[in-house]
């Protein structure tokens, strides 16, 4: 049984927009993971290094998004046995409100500390 005081409706949608969100901006940031090509007759060190940050940046950030991905396609599944909202650790109800604040959240207050 999913989490009682929680609309699992609402729930649902919410990590489905979540999803959808990510992935668009996933998209969007393609081109700055792609390989940095710099003419280096007319590109400084320091610029190379600059698009080389930036590139750097841009892979960690899509690091955090597709874990991200992860844990929304796990909350789904969770969903769908019936068991969203249980403790990963414990198996108690994890706080509506925690879960409102964050609906990818897998352990009690309790259990996270």
Do not use: F
């Not at 789904?76 to 994890?94: A, K, P």
Request: proline share 2%; hydrophobic share 35%.
């Amino acid at each position: 049984m999913n989490h009682p005081e929680l609309d699992m409706e609402t729930v649902e949608k919410r990590l489905l927009a979540l999803r959808e969100e990510l992935l668009k901006q996933s998209d969007s940031s393609r081109e700055a993971r792609d390989t940095v090509m710099l003419d280096q007759t007319s590109v400084g060190r320091l610029s190379r290094m600059d698009a080389l940050q930036g590139q750097a940046m841009a892979k960690a950030e899509e690091a955090r998004r597709q874990l991200a991905l992860r844990r929304i396609t796990g909350a789904l599944s969770r969903i769908e046995r019936g068991e969203y909202g249980e403790c990963i650790e414990c198996g108690e109800w994890i706080g509506a409100r925690r879960l409102e604040w964050n609906p990818l959240a897998l352990k009690c207050i309790e259990c996270a500390e």
